[in-house]
């Protein structure tokens, strides 16, 4: 079976089976106008048995036609109202990043070829989407928020995964893209083509029904990919009260048409579901069929590479992007990141057997003229497909303050501006928990801060207490270096940023904290011979030695994790759907309202599972470690493309600090905690700076 031959027996009949299904589907659409047109026909019956003679003129054959009549103008009413509401609902639509000819003349052309090869008509458009898939999108629908829409019958658009573009060859794509481009031969059959559009009003109208009510008088209604226009009641000034009583009078009654309509469209849904569903499947194996002479060799490792990148994306979208969504900043080069975080996958799992060769041919991005700015507008839909339009508000803020915006940063600035605001912050939620629980140790029983209260801002990024005795007051504002400006990404073989760079160690000596009693020489990294204080030092303020003596007290390993899991859960809530902001994974809260909505996985990706309450304590020991470390030892924050934020000492990462933090928390082991801060050269006894 080949691209340029005639259709083949399998073809034809995969076709006809899609056919018969698409039939059924407008089975249930005629079905249901038939039912509405019933009480017409029996008052259409009615009245011309009344002209024949045939029902006599008496007043039970009158009381019959009319009361026949008045139910068949309701229900022809009704039908009206339902059939319009279907064909003008508004059917979902992936966010998406479009990709115009004159900015992938290349792609186009690949994907014209596809389509001449196959004998199908070209897609109408391309796009890009944040996620490792491609499909086909019929967009020909009228949009009646923007008075826009596609021509009824043309192709559907071409929706392409980001990552396969940074990822995979040129060849491979090909390959990749044949089976979904030839699904626009199928769609172009009438039959098909209206089965769809008759499925997806009902399913449109069954979404209006159940959407919850916006917000009176808001500013306008948002969406995944950015603010949407004025609401219903957003009238311009100077429309007066009327016209705002008028608006509200006309939401009100499409809101009661949509809730009327919904049950009814669920219905047709629920009984055209299942043909719809095999029309697909018959639509996909026709266009596989179709496809199987085009590239067919390079369709194997073309599927390899789709589960690799799934891999490899799945690993920096939630361990290196989401830490920084969190923050309200967006790594303006996830896709070449994902480049660098699969290369390192390979060479871990040792896959890279002919991978040198492999990433000598031409790359599937060079098909973009402007692969920078088109991976620039990728990561910034997937930072508002994970956490709404605008990153999430502090706790903090009131219900007046401005929403903010998402702030871009570069690679090269993700140590200093991501993973080292992370440590801090944790450290911070850690010497809290270790105030308000109470340290164990009797020379801190009495110098600890008063407990916080129970709406403390603890939450990663959100402003964190006053600092405690002994620690330094953060640098003024003019001394804090903005997000670094760099169009370079760092080498796809490297996994790390040099870690001695001068820029992200503490600039002066206010950066660096001094002693408890003020009289010990300035922590730097050349003081690793310096033997550790004794106990004579009250431990007063945010140092590790706090922590390591905490763990001799019985029962205060649990109560310290039980409280961190207590404002890990309320920062987890304060960004939840329906609040401020919103993280993945995270349901509504009861009587929250639907300020934001949230995907429950967004983009296909698996839930994180919950954590435990130790767990998350040795989170936040790790942290308090690390800042103390770069802090005191000379050691650096640095990016892993596969784990996220690490620790860099002498240029290498340290990769046994997890164990012995472990250690420490599930067994009370401090000698191997303690011995490697003594071979790192960390001091114990020195404040950690949480700012």
């Given at each position: 079976?080949?691209?340029?031959?005639?259709?083949?027996?399998?073809?034809?009949?995969?076709?006809?089976?899609?056919?018969a299904h698409a039939l059924a589907v407008l089975r249930v659409r005629s079905t249901a106008l038939a039912l509405a047109l019933l009480p017409a026909a029996a008052a259409v019956i009615l009245w011309v048995g009344r002209t024949t003679g045939q029902f006599g003129?008496?007043?039970?054959?009158?009381?019959?036609?009319?009361?026949?009549?008045?139910?068949?103008?309701?229900?022809?009413?009704?039908?009206?109202?339902?059939?319009?509401?279907?064909?003008?609902?508004?059917?979902?639509?992936?966010?998406?990043?479009?990709?115009?000819?004159?900015?992938?003349?290349?792609?186009?052309?690949?994907?014209?070829?596809?389509?001449?090869?196959?004998?199908?008509?070209?897609?109408?458009?391309?796009?890009?989407?944040?996620?490792?898939?491609?499909?086909?999108?019929?967009?020909?629908?009228?949009?009646?928020?923007?008075?826009?829409?596609?021509?009824?019958?043309?192709?559907?658009?071409?929706?392409?995964?980001?990552?396969?573009?940074?990822?995979?060859?040129?060849?491979?794509?090909?390959?990749?893209?044949?089976?979904?481009?030839?699904?626009?031969?199928?769609?172009?059959?009438?039959?098909?083509?209206?089965?769809?559009?008759?499925?997806?009003?009902?399913?449109?109208?069954?979404?209006?029904?159940?959407?919850?009510?916006?917000?009176?008088?808001?500013?306008?209604?948002?969406?995944?990919?950015?603010?949407?226009?004025?609401?219903?009641?957003?009238?311009?000034?100077?429309?007066?009260?009327?016209?705002?009583?008028?608006?509200?009078?006309?939401?009100?009654?499409?809101?009661?048409?949509?809730?009327?309509?919904?049950?009814?469209?669920?219905?047709?849904?629920?009984?055209?579901?299942?043909?719809?569903?095999?029309?697909?499947?018959?639509?996909?194996?026709?266009?596989?069929?179709?496809?199987?002479?085009?590239?067919?060799?390079?369709?194997?490792?073309?599927?390899?590479?789709?589960?690799?990148?799934?891999?490899?994306?799945?690993?920096?979208?939630?361990?290196?992007?989401?830490?920084?969504?969190?923050?309200?900043?967006?790594?303006?080069?996830?896709?070449?990141?994902?480049?660098?975080?699969?290369?390192?996958?390979?060479?871990?799992?040792?896959?890279?057997?002919?991978?040198?060769?492999?990433?000598?041919?031409?790359?599937?991005?060079?098909?973009?003229?402007?692969?920078?700015?088109?991976?620039?507008?990728?990561?910034?839909?997937?930072?508002?497909?994970?956490?709404?339009?605008?990153?999430?508000?502090p706790m903090t803020a009131g219900p007046q303050e401005a929403a903010p915006e998402w702030t871009p940063v570069e690679w090269s600035a993700y140590p200093e501006e991501v993973v080292d605001r992370i440590w801090r912050a944790e450290a911070a939620r850690l010497?809290?928990?270790?105030?308000?629980?109470?340290?164990?140790?009797?020379?801190?029983?009495?110098?600890?801060?008063?407990?916080?209260?129970?709406?403390?801002?603890?939450?990663?990024?959100?402003?964190?207490?006053?600092?405690?005795?002994?620690?330094?007051?953060?640098?003024?504002?003019?001394?804090?270096?903005?997000?670094?400006?760099?169009?370079?990404?760092?080498?796809?073989?490297?996994?790390?940023?040099?870690?001695?760079?001068?820029?992200?160690?503490?600039?002066?000596?206010?950066?660096?904290?001094?002693?408890?009693?003020?009289?010990?020489?300035?922590?730097?990294?050349?003081?690793?011979?310096?033997?550790?204080?004794?106990?004579?030092?009250?431990?007063?303020?945010?140092?590790?030695?706090?922590?390591?003596?905490g763990f001799a007290s019985p029962g205060g390993i649990d109560a310290l994790a039980a409280r961190i899991s207590a404002e890990v859960a309320r920062a987890g809530a304060a960004s939840a759907p329906g609040v401020i902001g919103a993280s993945p994974g995270a349901?509504?809260?009861?009587?929250?309202?639907?300020?934001?909505?949230?995907?429950?996985?967004?983009?296909?990706?698996?839930?994180?599972?919950?954590?435990?309450?130790?767990?998350?304590?040795?989170?936040?020991?790790?942290?308090?470690?690390?800042?103390?470390?770069?802090?005191?030892?000379?050691?650096?924050?640095?990016?892993?493309?596969?784990?996220?934020?690490?620790?860099?000492?002498?240029?290498?990462?340290?990769?046994?600090?997890?164990?012995?933090?472990?250690?420490?928390?599930?067994?009370?082991?401090?000698?191997?905690?303690?011995?490697?801060?003594?071979?790192?050269?960390?001091?114990?006894?020195?404040?950690?700076?949480?700012?």
């Amino acid at each position: 079976m080949s691209g340029s031959g005639g259709p083949g027996p399998g073809r034809r009949t995969v076709a006809r089976s899609a056919r018969a299904h698409a039939l059924a589907v407008l089975r249930v659409r005629s079905t249901a106008l038939a039912l509405a047109l019933l009480p017409a026909a029996a008052a259409v019956i009615l009245w011309v048995g009344r002209t024949t003679g045939q029902f006599g003129p008496g007043p039970g054959w009158e009381a019959a036609r009319w009361s026949v009549t008045g139910l068949a103008v309701a229900a022809l009413a009704c039908a009206a109202v339902a059939g319009l509401v279907i064909a003008r609902g508004r059917p979902a639509v992936s966010p998406t990043v479009p990709v115009e000819e004159r900015a992938a003349p290349d792609l186009h052309a690949l994907v014209r070829d596809l389509a001449d090869r196959l004998e199908v008509p070209a897609p109408s458009a391309i796009a890009l989407t944040p996620d490792c898939d491609s499909w086909l999108e019929d967009r020909t629908h009228f949009r009646a928020d923007t008075g826009e829409g596609g021509v009824r019958g043309a192709a559907p658009v071409l929706v392409i995964g980001s990552p396969f573009l940074w990822w995979m060859r040129v060849a491979e794509l090909r390959a990749l893209l044949a089976p979904v481009v030839a699904g626009t031969g199928p769609s172009a059959h009438p039959d098909i083509a209206a089965a769809r559009r008759f499925v997806r009003g009902l399913d449109a109208a069954v979404a209006n029904a159940e959407r919850p009510p916006a917000p009176a008088g808001g500013p306008g209604h948002t969406s995944a990919w950015g603010p949407g226009p004025p609401g219903p009641l957003a009238s311009p000034g100077g429309s007066g009260l009327l016209g705002r009583a008028v608006c509200a009078g006309a939401a009100v009654l499409r809101r009661a048409v949509h809730r009327l309509v919904g049950p009814v469209a669920r219905l047709m849904l629920r009984t055209a579901g299942p043909y719809a569903a095999a029309m697909e499947q018959g639509v996909a194996a026709a266009a596989a069929d179709r496809a199987q002479a085009v590239d067919h060799a390079m369709r194997a490792a073309a599927q390899e590479q789709v589960g690799l990148a799934y891999a490899g994306w799945d690993r920096l979208l939630t361990r290196v992007a989401l830490p920084a969504w969190r923050l309200g900043l967006w790594p303006t080069r996830l896709d070449a990141g994902v480049v660098s975080a699969l290369t390192e996958l390979s060479h871990r799992d040792r896959l890279a057997e002919g991978f040198t060769s492999r990433l000598g041919e031409r790359p599937a991005c060079d098909l973009l003229k402007e692969p920078g700015t088109v991976d620039g507008a990728v990561s910034l839909l997937a930072a508002r497909l994970f956490l709404g339009p605008r990153p999430p508000l502090p706790m903090t803020a009131g219900p007046q303050e401005a929403a903010p915006e998402w702030t871009p940063v570069e690679w090269s600035a993700y140590p200093e501006e991501v993973v080292d605001r992370i440590w801090r912050a944790e450290a911070a939620r850690l010497f809290a928990a270790l105030d308000t629980v109470g340290s164990p140790s009797p020379g801190a029983a009495g110098a600890s801060r008063p407990a916080e209260s129970a709406n403390s801002p603890l939450a990663v990024g959100h402003p964190v207490p006053a600092p405690v005795v002994g620690a330094a007051s953060p640098p003024p504002e003019g001394n804090r270096r903005p997000l670094r400006e760099s169009n370079s990404l760092p080498p796809h073989e490297s996994n790390s940023l040099p870690p001695h760079d001068a820029d992200r160690l503490p600039a002066h000596d206010g950066d660096r904290l001094p002693a408890h009693d003020g009289d010990g020489p300035s922590p730097t990294g050349s003081d690793r011979s310096l033997p550790v204080d004794d106990a004579d030092h009250e431990l007063v303020g945010p140092t590790l030695a706090r922590v390591l003596d905490g763990f001799a007290s019985p029962g205060g390993i649990d109560a310290l994790a039980a409280r961190i899991s207590a404002e890990v859960a309320r920062a987890g809530a304060a960004s939840a759907p329906g609040v401020i902001g919103a993280s993945p994974g995270a349901g509504p809260l009861p009587g929250a309202g639907s300020t934001h909505l949230a995907p429950l996985a967004p983009m296909g990706l698996p839930l994180q599972p919950p954590r435990g309450g130790k767990e998350l304590l040795a989170d936040h020991i790790t942290a308090a470690v690390c800042c103390a470390a770069v802090d005191t030892a000379g050691a650096a924050p640095g990016l892993d493309w596969l784990d996220g934020p690490a620790l860099y000492v002498d240029g290498r990462r340290t990769s046994e600090l997890s164990a012995l933090v472990l250690a420490l928390v599930e067994d009370g082991e401090t000698t191997g905690l303690r011995d490697w801060l003594a071979a790192v050269g960390v001091r114990p006894e020195k404040p950690v700076r949480l700012v």
